[in-house]
């Protein structure tokens, strides 16, 4: 796979050096007429429903709209996919917009901004802070794999003393996942990637009428980011990038860079726990970490019944754990879920960490795509398409998740190469994190049956012409390493500035009052911190 990403940079360079100034930009409504139509709409704003409102602001803070873009940036004239926003609105003057993504890939902005509203409310003295559900994601023609959708099919070719599953049966079982995905998802499928969702950026810009995009992404958010500074440098304002993506790294070694990142987050959170006489694994730290691996074998080996024909599985445990291990605030709690499930066998409090991937019915959705004839302006009182909270599908962040990352990933090895190869890689995933591992290469695995994604990011996000753009990383992230953030920064170029967080979690702007307060100094009154700049992680503002 990496042999690959290097073909295709060696041939890229020479075109780029044709360029001359990187990535190229990509057609707006200047030079496209077919875009106009979307360029010039304005957002309607109104009073979200009430359920929206939540973590103690009224229902009348938050402000609930819409965006209308192609579902096919080459044929604008076809099909279109209407994306929900929310925003709070400035308490002052506004100087304009800040657009939030909160990353997964798969969050669903609205309900985010709703949450976790209080977060921002500082950047609101003067912007409006908006956010957004990407296309494919919450109401914005969610995306589906069905009922009974397996996210944990059975990788296990090498284990049990020599026997394991067939990896053409594995295979196969991958293949007709991803034709249930086509199925349930419908056009939106195949136009869910990250250069679709730049442009929709775009279109959101105009609507909310910036000249320039101001932004704070986190994880995924960052990649989004960074591609969006690659198509449209000259529209770029304020950006933070925090929870820093890798942009040139092949799935197979995300996941194994996210693999042995979460097993180190999990050693820091058992170090803690055996010092609590509450601990469920005991009060020795190498003990702690043989039963949690044990734990996980008997679940899955085992998987308890949920109600409604699910089942909790190891796996689903291992994504629960994932979550619970984000941040310091959610370990407590997580030992308490831990404590209940080994000693009294209830599940109910690791599944509320969201880890369980336990196959749940598809609920009934509207219509995903709106039809609109070549030259009728898009509507933006008309319902077009948004889903109501209410009908997301269950699965709907997981099957977003894989069908990003697949489309942004070009890399798609044969039946051949995957059976030969599989051994070796799951031995080098279970090296990387005994716990973690299995899952972490199911994840990868679930690209197989889908169509090649664009090398787009590897080759062309790089060396940006925008103004100074602050890239935040976390030392102790359990899900976007610390490197990322230096080699994002390097491919860049030089309008990456990096604030290092000393700290733990997985970003550091909702953990660190120092980072919390550089980013708004930056985003606020464009106060950069010098290149390298680290915030303690004991630093409490």
Known sequence: MRSAHRRRALASAAALALLGTGAPTVATADDNPGLARFYQQRIRWSACPAEAATDGMSTGDLQCGKVTVPLDYARPGGDTLDLAMARYRSTGPSRGSVLLNFGGPGDAGVSQLA????????????????????????????????????????????????????????????????????????????????????RDLDVMRQALGDKKLNYLGFSYGTRLGAVYAAQFPKKVGRFVLDGVDTLTESLTEQGLAGAAAQQTALEGFLDWCVTDIACPFGTDARTARRRVVDLVASLDQDPVPTGHDGHFSGQDLVGAIGQGLYSRLMWPPLERALASLVDAGD?????????????????????????????????????????????????????????????DDPDRPGAARITRELGALRAAYEKASPVFGRHRLTEVLTCYGRPKGTDFIRTR?????????????????????????????????????????????????????????????????????????????????
Not at 177 to 197: E, F, N
């Open 115 to 198: 949450q976790d509203g209080k977060d921002f409310m500082g950047l609101t003295n003067d912007h409006d802070v908006v956010a957004f559900d990407p296309r494919g994601v919450g109401r914005s023609s969610p995306v589906s794999c069905g009922e009974g959708m397996d996210a944990d099919a059975d990788t296990d070719v090498t284990g049990g003393g020599g026997a394991g599953k067939d990896p053409r049966a594995v295979l196969e079982q991958l293949r007709r996942a991803a034709q249930a995905c086509v199925r349930h998802s419908g056009p939106v499928l195949r136009h869910m990637g990250t250069v679709d969702a730049s």
């Open 347 to 407: 599940v109910r409090g690791v599944m509320a960490f969201g880890g369980s991937g336990a196959a749940v019915p598809a609920l009934p959705r509207r219509a995903l795509v709106s039809q609109s004839p070549t030259g009728q302006s898009p509507s933006p009182d008309s319902d077009g398409g948004l889903v109501d909270e209410a009908d997301v599908p269950l699965d709907n962040f997981p099957a977003a998740l894989m069908a990003v990352n697949c489309a």
């Open 461 to 541: 996000v790089r060396d940006v012409a925008t103004p100074k753009m602050l890239l935040v990383g976390t030392r102790g992230d359990p899900a976007t390493p610390y490197r990322w953030t230096t080699e994002t920064a390097k491919r860049l170029g030089s309008s990456a500035v990096v604030l290092d967080n000393r700290g733990e979690g997985h970003t550091g702007y909702g953990s660190s009052k120092c980072v919390h307060r550089t980013v708004d100094a930056f985003l606020l009154d464009g106060s950069l911190p010098a290149d390298g700049s680290s915030c303690a992680p004991d630093d409490t503002g």
